[in-house]
């Protein structure tokens, strides 16, 4: 249900963010590979890419922590990554015109194992016990939804926009704008995005995604 890309955007959105700062531990392998699903392998060869970046460094027996050289790093990457430069503001103007266009396809060619899967997203964001997990599940839910579509350009766009989620900007926006009561109404109104998708119910449920995107919107960037 992840991918490499996505545990990449999450190091490197908090390091950008400053949550992470030289000299900082970083969670062991295990724990990143519980956390977002993937195998030790494809763990070892997305920390293997940030030590050639220069951004971490790891040493034996002791763990991975953040180089002193990170931040001139991050300002290098950030010119060539267009992920990087792409703003909050650009993300919201690119999901409010693309999350309802593709509610068609998705309900054309969604199936039971999918909607499974959206249930299980709704239920680990609704558990999540910090918003970076939150938020998490929040992303995974419409990259699944995405994926129902059977596009896979579509699923591409999608896992872009995660990893657009997954860098600074984006969780500093969040941080200071989910309050526990925005996050309950979130969580309902991914309930009911989702019941509407199971029920193959288009006009409903392109009418949930656009209301859930400007009330995100709303709240995120107060417009």
Known sequence: MTSASTLRGFI??????????????????????????????????????????????????SGTYVTDRAAAALKGLASEDPVRQTSPAQLMEARLALEPAIIEMVIGNATADDFAQMDACCAKAEAAKTLEEFEYWDGMLHEVIANAARNTFVSSVFRLMNQVRAQGEWGVLKRRSVTPERRLQYQAEHRALVQAIKERDLPQAKALATAHLLHVRRNLLNF
Not at 22 to 41: C, I, K, N, V, W
Not at 47 to 61: F, H, N, S
Request: charged share 30%; no cysteine.
């Open 12 to 61: 490197l959105g908090n390091l950008q963010s400053g949550q992470w700062r030289a000299g900082d531990r970083l969670p062991t392998e295990r724990e990143l590979s519980e956390r977002f699903g993937l195998g030790r392998t494809a763990v070892r060869k997305v920390l293997q890419e940030l030590k050639d970046l220069a951004v971490i460094r790891q040493t034996v027996g």
